[in-house]
C-alpha cells in the first residue's frame, strides 16, 4: 500500500510557473513508476507525465511536452512536476499516481494507487 499526498497548486497567471509535489510512503518508493495525471471540469482525467523507477526515463502528453518537466528522488520519496509557460487550459486538478504491474502510462489501469489531488487555476 502507498499513500500519495500532493501539494503545490494554487493560482497562477497564464505564462506563469508553478510546481506541484507528490510525498509518497507506505512502501519502498523506488519500486513504483510515477506519474501525474489531470481532470478538467467536465472531462476525463488525462495522461500528463510519467517518470520511470529510476527516474532514467521519462514521458508527456503531447499537450505539455516542452512546457513541464517530471523529476523524483528517490531518497526523499517524492515525485514533482516543474510546469511552466501556464495556459489557461491546464486549469484541472492535478492527481498523482503510483504503480509497479507495467503497462502503458496513459491508460488509467496502469497505475494502482492515487492522491487527492491538488488543484491548479489558471487566470488570463
Known amino acids: 500500500q502507498v499513500q500519495l499526498v500532493e501539494s503545490g497548486g494554487g493560482l497562477v497567471q497564464a505564462g506563469g510557473s508553478l510546481r506541484l509535489s507528490c510525498s509518497a510512503s507506505?512502501?519502498?518508493?523506488?519500486?513504483?513508476?510515477m506519474g501525474w495525471f489531470r481532470q478538467a471540469p467536465g472531462k476525463e482525467r488525462d495522461f500528463v507525465a510519467a517518470i520511470s523507477r529510476s527516474g532514467g526515463s521519462t514521458s508527456y502528453s503531447d499537450s505539455v511536452k516542452g512546457r513541464f518537466t517530471i523529476s523524483r528522488d528517490n531518497d526523499k520519496n517524492t515525485v514533482a512536476l516543474q510546469m511552466d509557460s501556464l495556459k489557461l487550459e491546464d486549469t484541472a486538478v492535478y492527481y498523482c499516481?503510483?504503480?509497479?504491474?507495467?503497462?502503458?502510462?496513459?491508460?488509467?489501469?496502469?497505475?494502482?494507487?492515487w492522491g487527492q489531488g491538488t488543484q491548479v487555476t489558471v487566470s488570463s
Open positions: 507506505g512502501h519502498t518508493f523506488s519500486v513504483y513508476y
Open positions: 499516481a503510483a504503480g509497479s504491474r507495467g503497462g502503458v502510462y496513459y491508460a488509467q489501469e496502469t497505475w494502482e494507487y
